[in-house]
Nanobody, 115 residues
Framework: QVQLVESGGGLVQPGGSLRLSCAAS????????MGWYRQAPGKQRELVAV???????NYADSVNNRFTISRDNAKNTVYLQMDSLKPEDTAVYYC?????????WGQGTSVTVSE
């Protein structure tokens, strides 16, 4: 069974940092492109960052220079380091794995940026 399990979300003050983790099982992790998406209340789900199987990265303009996506294939885990957090970063963050027609999603982890 394929599973993507996110962790690391929580409440943080503006300007603070969080590191999200997504542990994958049931897939050949190293061949998948991995991504982080987020969905704020009342908004569409949006791509935050992606890291390909080859290690190339791309970021949404809104998080560029603040967030860093990385992967550890030995641990079957993808990370999202979030620095300089802003209230507008508040959302449920979802882990995504894609390989051709195969797409998998985690359950999400909630991030709230507030005083």
């Amino acid at each position: 069974q394929v599973q993507l399990v996110e962790s690391g979300g929580g409440l943080v003050q503006p300007g603070g940092s969080l590191r999200l983790s997504c542990a994958a099982s049931g897939i050949i992790f190293s061949i998948y492109n991995m991504g982080w998406y987020r969905q704020a209340p009342g908004k569409q789900r949006e791509l935050v960052a992606v890291i390909t199987s080859g290690g190339s990265t791309n970021y949404a303009d809104s998080v560029n220079n603040r967030f860093t996506i990385s992967r550890d294939n030995a641990k079957n885990t993808v990370y999202l380091q979030m620095d300089s957090l802003k209230p507008e970063d508040t959302a449920v963050y979802y882990c995504n794995a894609e390989w051709y027609s195969s797409t998998y999603w985690g359950q999400g982890t909630s991030v709230t940026v507030s005083e």
